[in-house]
Every structure is written in C-alpha cells, then in structure tokens.
C-alpha cells in the first residue's frame, strides 16, 4: 500500500540561506551609556592620559620608589608636626578644659593631672589660662587653659587648642547650656577630645559602669571619635590620660592651619606721647599654624585689625643643658620688620568716583534754571528768618508736640502757597461756623499751641495738659503700647512666611499704578538657567568700594605660597608689637580668660562680595527674613551682618550665573548667604546668632540663638541673585490652544508692554500674549495645549538685589547687660565640707 501523504513524516521547513541574514552593526563606545560601560568594564578603572603629557610604562622598581617616596613624605610631616613640641625650646601642648555641668570646676580636673605627677597646683601664680605642666617624664610640656561656661571663651580657646577635655558630671546632666556648647564646637570645627567625668565616688560601685556607659553614649553622639570616657579620680587614670596626651600627635582643624595664631601669656601696653588712649601693644606667646610675616596684618577678636611694627624671638629653655632648672634668654632679638612698601595697609574699601560715571555736560538753559531755583531758595530763608519768632496753630485737643509739629509745617506750606483771598474766605467760613453756635464744641475738641521759626512747638496754650503734654514730647509709644506692635509685627511676619512657602513670590498687580511703572526694573528670562545677564550692568555705588580678584584661585595659591617663606617660623615663642592699638584692649585683659590673636593673609583685610552656605538649626523655628540682623561668627572674626539668602544651585560654564533670591532662610534646605565682608580665604565655619536672645525661647536670656550652621563658599561680585516675581491671572474663556486672560493687568498699555514675556501655567502649559482685547487689561493668549478653567496663568519677572554695606565688627564690649548673660552659662556652687 502506497502511503498517502498524510501517512508519511513531516518535511523540513523552507528557509533561506544563511548569506541572506542580516545582521546590525553594534553600538559604537562613545554612544554607550554610562551603565553599560561601567557593567561592561566589570570593575576595572582605566587612568584618563594627560592631554599634552606623554606617559611611560612603569617598571616593579619605579613603583616601589614611588611608594618609599610617599611613605618619607608621610614621616617627614609627622615629624614636623612634633617637632615642635620637643627640644629645649618646645612649645606646650594647648589643652582647654571646658566644663559641660553646672557642678563641674575646671581647676579640680587640673590638679588631679598635676597631682599624678608629683607637680604642685600654682593656686595662684600665673593666669588660668597659662597652666604650665612641664612633664619630665614623658618630655613634653602642657599647658592647661581652665575655662568658665561662657560660650565666647569656650570658642575662642577652642580654636587655638590642641586638644580638648570635656568636664562631665556623674550626679548633674549636661543641661541645655552645655549642649549648645558641644553643637557650637561641632559646627566649628574641634581638636581630639577627651571626655573626663567628675563625681564616680558618689555613685553606687554596681552602677558606675552603667554610668559611663550612658555618659559615653551621650559624648559619642557629638563626638563619635571618642570612645571612651575617663576620669581623674585616681593618679593611674590621671597619668594615663597624660600618657595619651604627650604621645599622640594632635590633630589639626584644617581651615585654621592655613594660618599663624597665637594665645597671648602676656599682653602689655605702651602709650604714646601725642595719644594716651592709643600705643603699642605687645603680645607674647608661642606662634602656631602657619609662618607670620611683619607685613601682614594681626586681628584681635571684639578689637579689629592692627599693623605690626616688630617681631621678637623671645624663646624660654625648658630644659637646660644640665639639670632641670628653667632659664630664659636676657635681651630678646628682631626676629622681622615690616618693609613700608610691602605692608599691607588698613584701607578696607577704595572711595569710589563719581565722576568717572557716565554724563553729560549741562546746557546754559539747564544751568540758568537750576540759577533761579537757588535764587528763590535764598529768598525763601531770608524770608522765614524775617517772620515771626512765634505763631499760634489750632490742633485737635489731645495731640502730642511731635504731631503737632508736622500739622505746623503743613500749614506753613499752605499759608505761603495760598494768597491772600483765599485766606480771607477761610476766615469767612470759619466766623459763620462761629456764629452757628458751635463754638463750645469747637473750644472742646481744638486747641490752640504756640509754634517757633524753627518749626518746633513752645508750648500749649492749655495750661491743664501741659503735664500730658510733657509726658507726649518724645512722641514714643508706651511700654503697653510697644508690646502690642510687637506682637503684631511677630504676627505679619508669620503670615508673611506662610504666604511665601503657599504661594512662593506670588504678587498682586497694582491697579492705582500701571505694571510698567511698578515694575519697570524687572526683566523677563526665557531660560532662568541659560538667558544672558550682564553681571556688570547697572551695579551700585558700593560695588565701586569692593575689591575683585581675576583669578581667586590663584591668587589664593600665591598668598599661601608667600606666607610659607616668612621669618616667624611655626612653633617660636615671640613677641608682637603692634602699632597705633587703643589701650581699651589692654584694659580689656582678663587673665582668667584666652586672649587670642590670629594672622591675616595678603588681601584679606579688604572688602568685597562673600558667599556663605547655611542651613536653618532644627532647635529655632521662628522665620528668618532676608536682611534680618544676625550676629555671623566667620571663621575666626565676628560680625554684625544682614545677609540675603539665595538658592544654593551649582553654576557652570554653560550657566549665566544667576541665582534666585530667597526672603526667607527656608528649613531643611541649603541656602547661600551673600554680604559685604573681608575677604577670606580658605573654607571656614560659619554659624548665625541672634542678636538678642529669642523672646519665644524658655531659656531666653540663658543660652544664645542659634539660627543657623555652614561654611564660606567663595568671594565673587559676580554672582546675580535675582528676585522673582509671579504674576497671575485667571482664564475667562478657552478655546482650543487659545484663551482670554484676565485680572492680570488692568490696561492695554500694560499689557503691550509685557507682550514678549512668556507665560507658563500651574499645571505645565507655556505660551505667549497674542494680544490686547478691550481697554479693561484683557488679553488673548495661546499656549502649546489647552488649558483647563481651573488652572492659573503665570508671568516670572526678575530683578537683581544686591547687599547693603551695613557689615560691622562685633564686640562683645559694646553690647548691653542682656546680651551679654546670654553667653554666660550657670554654675552650681558646691557646698563646703563641714568640720566635725
């Protein structure tokens, strides 16, 4: 039987030949992504060539010179790092000891560390902050700088301090006080920290591990590095600590290495023979950080900037070249002089010219006007220093001198304008208004006062309210009064800030005063990011007083390399004379606290544009206004500042450098500061305070406010921060792509005038004013979809805002007795022991 084809097997399908397969060429690797190059190189790293630079192979022997290049490198640092506190005129270990509890003495921590080693405690010789432990044993030489709670001096201390020990208490907490002294040195920047706590003999044996457990959890929250807590009680603890302290090398705080300072062991003044109140002022002590040259500039904090006249080598030989005996070279040497015409000078700001602006030259018609104006100016004094010495003026009954004066300048304006039948009609009226019977009710509600030719009121002429008169001069609210605008101005101020977090930079359009007029110095932007912006167009007067680097960077690079050549060498024990220093510095030496004194670098005594990062404290919640007064604590110098806050968005070479404005320092997010400032150089920690103690604060009065933390970004006068506007209006009808706009603007003139501005929507749509419809600011407009009736149309304007020049130095000596107490923390005094 034949078999049919459904009986036979399945024949192989038809397929065309392997010739004809097509095949597509692969990506190339400049068109890869970024992820599949990085899945593709499987964790390998390939160096990117130099351009320019031709690179050779390496051999096995060439690298192990590299790496012995890199370890000598490393020693040597270490080396000089320490040599400075060994030899026989080493320079002291600075430790501060900064107490964190209300029931903590410093001098108690100090005694037991001198006590370990057989040294006894100067109770009364020398400052407390010159507590000289020269230990022997070890080789090294201590010096303890006992601090009160006062956030100023714990600062200042800190900023010099090779290490720091943090007195704690095992009976009292570290109250709000002292937390906010451990938040400061955090934002600030700290050296190695040691926790020592106080008080174990008072706990229970079977608690004290708990205690340090819970006391080391605490400090490791600020302080992660420090993983152990110790103590003093003990003269092994103690030498221990000791041991730890002259062994390790300290670490550096980086932005101020960059820099020479100095805490003074001596301060002395000399007045001069013209001036007692001005003299030179000498500072002794051990020079730290960078090299100091006579041609730069000495800040003293609360006091400014000063010149140095001399420079002494005034060294001290710890140890002498047999025994232990202490001696000190007779006649100091000049180490440096200044050179006149290398040394920087006290100028902080150039005196701009006027007439290096554009103008043009008046005509004799301009010039004639301006000749008859004067005329009629000097007649007009002339004229009133002729009147009347005095003349009486009819006010309302019960206002104050201060109003009154005013109501006598206005109508002494309206007497000279009016002639003299219109003066005659308001007699008129004012005797038929007499003759209506009125006159007890006018005697009632006016009364008459007796004005003087410089405008001022003599006296009234009710003899029964002079005493409230009396009370009225000044014109000044009440304390009942003045607390009620507060709270109101507290209030708007709330309202303010939630209209801007709401509705951010929204405005409403004026309609007494065209948009043209009141808004004649904003500008639209196509691109915020990318349109053209001149930074240079239509700069104020204080732009002509500020100072401009072409290149920061390196002129940056060349100051540091200048400062590293100089004559006062890190480590010598000097002393520093400065010219034409007020003798309130030297009144103002307290021994008991650090006096601290750092060096200036090339330019940084001059003005110019600065830029600080900051972002808002969680523990202050109250708004913070741009051009608010804050107290901005810069590194090592203090100010008075009012500064504008901007978005903190990264610039580029394809960006236009334009910035927005901020009114409020918003919480959570970064923002940049800008004000007029000293040049700085170096990135430095910068925290914000109140002037005053937060009056909403339950510790008012006891701890400062502290707005915000951040760090200096850069000097540049040409960074634009620009402020947006928004104006909006409502859709009236929609059709398709296009709609009628209304509310706002309130003409055609207005309307017209903004037609090049591009609108965008709330939800997404952007678009352009077609044209101008009626005479009431309708307009069409068409936008790239259609809109809903819900949606709100939007015009962005933006003006550039610039800084006011009201930077001040801040001096803790001009403040008041409240703002004062507010860095002074409390102390708990201890009970003494009784004898039985």
Known sequence: MIPTKKTMGAEPKFHHRASLKQTNKPFKRRFATKNSMRDKAKGRTQRVSLKGKVLRKHSRADRRNAVRTEQRKKRDHIVMSTRIFSGRHRAPKIVAVIPLCADISASDIVRNLFACVDEPYPEE?????????????????????????????????????????????????????????????????????????????????????????????????????????????????????????????????????????????????????????????????????????????????????????????????????????????????????????????????????????????????????????????????????????????????????????????????????????????????????????????????????????????????????????????????????????????????????????????????????????????????????????????????????????????????????????????????????????PAQIAASYNPSRPFVAFGLMQHEHQMSVVHFTVMRSEGYSEPVRSKDPLVAHFGFRRYNVRPLFSQHSLGGSNTNGVHKFERFLKPGVVSVGTVYAPIQFGTVPVSLYLPTPAATSDMAGVIPTLVGTGSSLEVNPSRILAKRIILTGAPF??????????????????????????????????GHIFESLGTHGYMKCVFDGPIKQMDTVCMNLYKRVYPKWNTSLWSEHAQDEEQKLQWIGPVMQKPEDMEL
């Open 733 to 766: 009808k929609i059709h398709k792509r296009s709609a009628v706009i209304r509310y706002m603007f309130f003409s055609p003139e207005d309307v017209n005038w903004f037609k090049p501005v591009q609108l965008h929507t709330k939800h997404g749509r952007t």
């Open 125 to 581: 010789k020398g400052p407390k902050t010159a507590r000289i432990l020269n230990v022997s044993r070890f080789k090294q030489t201590i010096q303890f700088v006992e601090l009160e709670r006062n956030v100023l001096d714990i600062l200042d201390a800190a900023k010099v301090a090779d290490y720091v020990i943090m007195g704690i208490s095992a009976e009292v907490e570290v109250d709000a006080f002292g937390e906010h002294c451990l938040s400061a040195l955090q934002n600030q920047g700290h050296p190695g920290v040691f926790p020592i706590v106080q008080g174990m003999e008072t706990v229970v044996p079977k608690r004290q591990n708990d205690v340090k457990k819970s006391l080391q959890s605490f400090m490791s929250h600020f302080f992660p590095e420090a993983d152990k807590v110790y103590s003093t009680e003990t003269p092994t603890e103690a030498l221990a600590i000791l041991r730890m302290i002259t062994a390790q090398v300290p670490k550096g705080v980086k932005w101020r290495e960059i820099r020479p300072y100095m805490l003074a062991d001596s301060v002395e003044f000399e007045p001069s023979a013209e001036d007692s109140q001005v003299g030179r002022l000498a500072l002794t002590g051990y020079l730290r950080g960078a090299n100091l040259s006579a041609n730069r500039l000495i800040h003293i904090p609360n006091f400014g900037d000063y010149q140095i006249e001399q420079i002494y080598h005034v060294p001290v030989a710890v140890e002498a070249a047999k025994g232990d005996s202490i001696e000190e070279d007779d006649e100091p040497a000049v180490l440096d002089q200044p050179d006149p015409e290398h040394q920087d000078s006290l100028v902080e700001a150039n005196e701009p010219n006027t007439l290096t602006n554009e103008q043009t030259w008046p005509e004799d018609e301009e010039m004639n006007g301006w000749n008859e104006r004067m005329q009629e100016m000097e007649e007009e004094e002339s004229r009133m220093a002729a009147a009347n010495d005095k003349r009486t003026i009819t006010v309302p009954k019960g206002t104050s001198t201060y109003q009154a004066s005013w109501i006598a300048a206005t109508q002494g304006d309206d007497n000279e304008s009016d002639d003299s039948d219109a003066s005659s009609d308001e007699g008129d009226d004012m005797d038929s208004g007499s003759d209506d019977g009125s006159e007890e009710e006018d005697e009632e509600e006016y009364e008459e006062m007796v004005v003087g030719a410089d405008g001022k009121i003599v006296s009234a002429s009710d003899d029964e309210n002079d005493d409230e008169a009396s009370d009225k001069d000044d014109g000044l609210p009440t304390a009942e009064e003045e607390a009620l605008q507060l709270k109101a101005y507290l209030k708007e101020r709330e309202r303010q800030n939630r209209d801007d977090v709401n509705f951010p930079d929204e405005v409403d359009t004026p309609m007494e005063v065209s948009a043209r007029e009141r808004f004649a110095r904003f500008r639209g932007l196509q691109s915020f990011r990318t349109s053209p912006w001149d930074p240079y167009e239509n700069l104020p007067l204080d732009y002509a007083r500020i100072f401009q680097f072409e290149s920061f960077k390196r002129t940056q690079q060349r100051v540091l390399r200048v400062a590293a050549d100089s004559a006062a060498k890190s480590g010598m024990r000097i002393r520093i004379v400065l010219r034409a220093a």
